[in-house]
Every structure is written in C-alpha cells, then in structure tokens.
C-alpha cells in the first residue's frame, strides 16, 4: 500500500522513475472494473461512492477510489478532500482511496487518472471508481476513462434536464436520482425518462435510472445490482474489449494533449521566436490564428 502510495505521487508529479514502473506494471493490469462517477456539484456523488465501497467490501471485494478534485489556484492541489468524507474506511486494506487535482485539465479529469487507475488496477482492485470533480457537462470526458459511466443528479438543482442535455444523455449507462426523498425527485426521475427516450442504447444496453437516498443507503443495493449487470453486459456482448480499447484511445490522445500544453508552456516561457509571437498578438500585428499556426509549425518541427 505505501509503496503504491508513492509510486502514485512520482506519476503525479511526472518523476521517469515512476513512468518506468509504470510501463512494466501496465502489462499487468485490464481486469478490474471501472466505474466513472460524474454529475454536478452538490448532487451526492461522494456519499454515493462511499456508499458503494461499503456494498463491495460486504462481498469481498477490492475496492479503488479516484477522487477528482478542483485545483487550488495557490498551491496547486486537490482543495475538496473527498478522502476526508470516507475516513471510515481509512484502515480496511482492502481500499485504496487516491486523491487528484485537476490541474487545469479540461473535463473534470486529472491527466494522472489513467496512471493511477493503472495501479490500482495492477493491484488488483475488483472494482476502481473515478469520482469527477462536478463540472457539469465538461465532465463527459470521465466516459473516456470507464467501462461504465454513473451519472448522478439531484432535484432542486435548477434546470437538471437541460444540464443533462449537454452531453450527458450520451454517456450515461446508468442514472441515479439521488436524495429521493426531496420533493422534486418523482419530477426529476420523470424527465430524465422522457429525456432518454428514444436515446440509442449503448453496446446494447438499455440505460437504467436507479432512485437513491445516499446518506441512508436506501436504493444502493439496487444501484450497485445494475452496475454489475452493465459489466456482464458488456462481456457478453464483446464490448468489455472495445470500452477497454476506448480507454486506452483516451489515455493516449489525453497524455498527448498535456505533452502540448506543457512544451507550449515552456516555449512561451523561454523562447525568442515564441515570445515574439505573443509580441505580435499584444500589437496587433498578428491575429491568434495566423500566431497559432506559426506556432504549431514550430513546434512540430522542434524549434
């Protein structure tokens, strides 16, 4: 555990020792499930997690915890702590619970997500579940990195349908109307019904809403039944290789992505050319198109 704890921390903090293990440990790992958790802030998302982590600890199994959180504009951490909301399973080593900041990634999701679940997985977690940091519809991007998605929403957060309209409806494999017992739940279980009608279904798997009061435990069981027949779905019907695939795509093209930004950083940092670039946008003599371009040449030649 504690040399898990660490080998996560060098990844996090990009240190070449850590990318090494991690390429020998990645051979290792596809086994486990893994649950992405989205929807939007305030809708219970973390008390849900912890809800299931207890479920499969009473049946045996291994659990990881990927809790995604903001960054703190000063020290560059996760500023949430959803470690501290599941302190109660703090000495059960069958649970590893990992906190990550954003960092600036889009999509609610640490670029460090796919490493860490990496680990987790070559653990041997049975079930890894990635909780977003609950940035609306930016958080679609958790589809990328799961075999199945949760959405979770609450009444009385405004216009729930059309948050869900953004983007959601289409990665959803498995709904949770969560605080059932608030008034506006049977109007929000409503909606997301007739919103999801005529929606196609996913790998062959019809989408499923599950009401739920998280703080209670009432509706868990029944969520956590749907969530193990989404996986046996998708390994019957041969689409537990293609989401594994699919993850793999979104590691990739992710990983790619911050390798840009960062020399991109570093150029406009450092270099002549590319701060005379940025010299050129603040006169006016260049539009930020015509400066983007010229830059993208630079960098895909190196310079």
Request: net charge positive; charged share 25%; glycine share 12%.
């Amino acid at each position: 555990m504690a040399a898990a704890a660490a080998l996560m921390r060098s990844l996090d903090d990009g240190e070449p020792e850590a990318r090494a293990a991690l390429r020998a440990l990645y051979a290792h790992a596809g086994r486990a499930h893994v649950v992405g958790v989205t929807g939007p802030p305030g809708s219970g998302k973390s008390t849900l997690v912890d809800r299931l982590v207890e479920l499969a600890r009473k049946e045996g199994r291994s659990v990881g915890v990927v809790a995604v959180d903001p960054t703190s504009p000063v020290s560059g951490g996760a500023v949430l702590g959803d470690r501290i909301r599941m302190q109660r399973h703090a000495t059960d080593k069958g649970v590893f619970i990992r906190s990550l900041a954003t960092r600036g990634s889009l999509g609610g999701l640490s670029a460090s997500v796919f490493d860490t679940v990496t680990v987790l997985d070559a653990m041997g977690k049975d079930l890894i579940l990635i909780e977003t940091a609950g940035v609306g519809q930016d958080g679609v991007k958790v589809a990328g990195a799961a075999h199945t998605v949760l959405v979770v929403l609450s009444p009385g957060m405004g216009d729930d349908i059309q948050a869900i309209k953004a983007g959601i409806l289409e990665i959803g494999d498995v709904y949770a109307v969560n605080k059932a017992d608030m008034a506006d739940a049977e109007t929000l279980e409503r909606s997301l019904h007739l919103a999801l009608d005529g929606v196609p279904s996913r790998d062959g798997w019809q989408r499923v809403i599950v009401k739920t009061e998280a703080r209670s435990g009432k509706g868990v069981d029944e969520l956590a039944v749907m969530l193990r027949r989404h996986r046996e779905s998708l390994a019957q019907g041969g689409a537990w290789e293609r989401r594994s695939q699919a993850m793999a795509k979104a590691a990739f093209e992710e990983l790619l992505e911050v390798g840009v930004r960062t020399r991109i950083k570093k150029n406009l940092a450092s270099d002549k050319a590319w701060k005379t670039l940025l010299e050129g946008l603040a006169c006016r003599r260049m539009d930020p198109r015509a400066a983007a371009q010229r830059g993208l040449r630079r960098l895909l030649r190196g310079t």
